[in-house]
């Protein structure tokens, strides 16, 4: 796909997640990376139901701005998460409402903010991390996304909202929204006691998708250790 189509399709898709208020204002950011190894970024301030394909950013290999508008401050967060996760194309950080509110309740498990709550929410976000709060931009960001190891592809940021990778634009994206869906189903059944995915079902999923879950390599880990 050309640079020029790439372009468009990040201003399709923020207008989408704009428009369907799944982040306000000037918040949240896309990041595309390309095969050159720079990036396309959305500007910082700007409003993602708003785009202008011309003005978004393209950093080189080495982040520096080779045109457009200046990037978002959260560079830090998208450098982090593809240094450390290979197979990430594209990257968006929304400030969604539901995904916001999970990150403040006290009983979330940094190793997996969300339970087996439905098979798509594992099919595209996978388990997700939740890293503590650091004010937008803050490059520490960045070493609390390293330690994660690359081994998720949906991180909270505590009192902030998520990021996620994908392999393309709209995996990313999709992976998202499903995080927010699930968020919201769980905002909604909190202290129901609700079903939850069963392990055998969350196994038989795996398998049959070829899922790659941080909690079962913890497991396989203590298995053998």
Same mark, same amino acid.
């Given at each position: 796909?050309?640079?020029?189509?790439?372009?468009?399709?990040?201003c399709?898709?923020?207008?989408?997640?704009?428009?369907?208020?799944?982040?306000?204002?000037?918040?949240?950011?896309?990041?595309?990376?390309?095969?050159?190894?720079?990036?396309?970024?959305?500007?910082?301030? *700007?409003?993602? $139901?708003?785009?202008?394909?011309?003005?978004i950013?393209? %950093?080189?290999?080495? @982040?520096?701005? +080779?045109? !457009? &508008?200046?990037?978002?401050?959260?560079?830090?967060?998208?450098?982090?998460?593809?240094?450390?996760?290979?197979?990430?194309?594209?990257?968006?950080?929304?400030?969604?409402?539901?995904?916001?509110?999970?990150?403040m309740?006290?009983?979330?498990?940094?190793?997996a903010?969300?339970?087996?709550?439905?098979?798509?929410?594992?099919m595209?976000?996978?388990?997700?991390?939740?890293?503590?709060?650091?004010?937008?931009?803050?490059?520490?960001?960045?070493? *609390?996304?390293? $330690?994660?190891?690359?081994?998720?592809?949906?991180?909270? %940021?505590?009192?902030? @909202?998520?990021? +996620?990778? !994908? &392999?393309?634009?709209?995996?990313?994206?999709?992976?998202?929204?499903?995080?927010?869906?699930?968020?919201?189903?769980?905002?909604?059944?909190?202290?129901?006691?609700?079903?939850y995915?069963?392990?055998?079902?969350?196994a038989?999923?795996?398998?049959?998708?070829?899922?790659?879950?941080?909690?079962?390599?913890?497991?396989?880990?203590?298995?053998?250790?």
């Open positions: 796909m050309s640079e020029t189509r790439l372009r468009e399709e990040i399709r898709y923020g207008r989408s997640l704009f428009e369907r208020g799944l982040t306000p204002g000037s918040s949240g950011n896309i990041s595309l990376r390309l095969d050159d190894g720079g990036w396309l970024v959305t500007p910082t301030n *700007a409003s993602l $139901g708003f785009l202008d394909p011309a003005r950013a393209r %950093l080189d290999a080495g @982040g520096r701005l +080779v045109s !457009g &508008d200046k990037p978002t401050k959260e560079i830090p967060l998208h450098s982090a998460l593809y240094e450390t996760r290979g197979s990430a194309k594209a990257i968006v950080h929304l400030h969604s409402t539901h995904a916001v509110a999970l990150t309740l006290p009983e979330i498990d940094p190793r903010a969300l339970p087996p709550m439905t098979p798509y929410y594992l595209r976000a996978g388990e997700t991390a939740l890293v503590p709060y650091y004010r937008p931009g803050d490059p520490a960001v960045a070493d *609390a996304i390293r $330690g994660l190891a690359g081994k998720y592809s949906s991180v909270l %940021l505590a009192n902030h @909202g998520p990021v +996620v990778a !994908g &392999d393309s634009l709209e995996a990313a994206v999709f992976a998202t929204e499903e995080l927010e869906e699930t968020a919201k189903l769980y905002l909604l059944l909190r202290n129901l006691n609700p079903r995915l069963s392990p055998e079902q969350v038989d999923l795996v398998k049959t998708f070829g899922l790659e879950l941080p909690s079962l390599a913890r497991h396989e880990g203590h298995d053998h250790g």
